[in-house]
Structures are given as structure tokens and as C-alpha cells.
Nanobody, 121 residues
């Protein structure tokens, strides 16, 4: 089993910053691409950012220049640094990762439980 746990969400004023953390644990042989998604009330889940095992990154247009995705492969951890936050960034943020299990090298694709980010004055 592989599990993801997100942390770092909270309430922040517009223009503020937060850093989300996604920690993977369990039978991990490899983590390929890590993703951050978000889902606002009444809206579909959308991809925010992605980072490959070689640290290539991709961002949604709405967050380019404000958010930075990174990872520490030695710690099986991913991060999402969010700056200049806006009220429209309010959502539950989810981490998603895929890779191979150490136990049997089978593929896994797992989601974290989500962490709430609220941007409001």
C-alpha cells in the first residue's frame, strides 16, 4: 500500500502565501509524476501543477508565475508553494502520484485526502 498525506492548508488573506506538502509512505519503489489538483465548491477538480521524476514542471495558466511545484525525491515528498493568493484560489487541494510499489513493482496511483485552502480577508 502507498499513501499520500497533504498538509499546509489554512486561511490566508489575499496576497498571502502558503506552502502545501504531500508526503508519500508505504511500499514505494518509485514515484513518477506528482500532481496537485484542486476542487472548489460546485466546480470540477482541476489540475494545478505537475512535476516529473526529472523535475520537469507544468502549470495551469491560472497559477503560472504565482505557484511553484517542487519535490524532494529522497524524502518522497512534494511541495506546492503558493504566492500572491487570490480568493479564486480557494479550494480543497489534492495530491496525486503514480509509480511502482517496492513489494511487487506493480503500478499504483493514489490520492491524498485533501487540504483546505481559503483565501479571504
Amino acid at each position: 500500500q502507498v499513501q499520500l498525506v497533504e498538509s499546509g492548508g489554512g486561511l490566508v488573506q489575499p496576497g498571502g502565501s502558503l506552502r502545501l506538502t504531500c508526503t508519500a509512505s508505504g511500499s514505494i519503489f518509485s514515484i513518477n509524476t506528482m500532481y496537485w489538483y484542486r476542487q472548489a465548491p460546485g466546480k470540477q477538480r482541476e489540475l494545478v501543477a505537475a512535476i516529473t521524476s526529472s523535475s520537469s514542471t507544468n502549470y495551469a495558466d491560472s497559477v503560472k508565475g504565482r505557484f511553484t511545484i517542487s519535490r524532494d525525491s529522497a524524502k518522497n515528498t512534494g511541495y506546492l508553494q503558493m504566492n500572491t493568493l487570490r480568493p479564486e484560489d480557494t479550494a480543497v487541494y489534492y495530491c496525486n502520484a503514480a509509480g511502482r510499489r517496492a513489494l511487487d513493482l506493480r503500478w499504483y496511483n493514489v490520492w491524498g485526502q485533501g487540504t483546505q485552502v481559503t483565501v479571504s480577508s
